[in-house]
Every structure is written in structure tokens, then in C-alpha cells.
């Protein structure tokens, strides 16, 4: 597992993980949907790109959004 410094200069684990190419199958397994190969969390390969919601991830400029009627928290 590498690390990399994002675009706003924050510490990522570069790994399947943190991949937006991974897909969590119902029996907990990962799957890459670039090459179709089943993958462990802590794996990487040159096709890594990360995954949208880590973009921001640590950055202030998000907001947390409460559900009107509901128990559901998002965080944009």
C-alpha cells in the first residue's frame, strides 16, 4: 500500500480500498470493475483512480445535512 498527497495536499492510502473503480459484492469480497478481477483492500495496480467521496475528505468546504422527517445524517 502506497500513500499519496491529494490535490488539497492531504495523506491518502493509494489501495482497492480507497479505489473508484471497487465494487463490495454482498458476501464482503471486492471487485474491480475496470478488470473485473477479484481484489483485497490493501491492493493497487496502475488502473487506481480515487474514489470521488475521498476527493474532499479532511477539507472544510463540506456541509452536514440533516433529513427533514428522517434519522438520515448526509455529508456533502
Request: aromatic share 2%.
Amino acid at each position: 500500500m502506497e500513500q499519496i498527497v491529494n490535490a488539497y495536499h492531504i495523506k491518502v492510502n493509494k489501495c482497492c480500498a480507497s479505489c473508484k473503480h471497487k465494487e463490495s459484492q454482498n458476501d464482503g469480497t471486492r471487485q474491480c470493475t475496470k478488470t473485473g478481477q477479484m481484489v483485497e483492500k490493501k491492493s493497487v495496480c496502475s488502473e487506481w483512480e480515487m474514489n470521488d467521496c475521498l476527493r474532499n475528505a479532511g477539507l472544510q468546504k463540506g456541509a452536514v445535512v440533516r433529513l427533514k422527517g428522517t434519522q438520515i445524517v448526509l455529508i456533502k
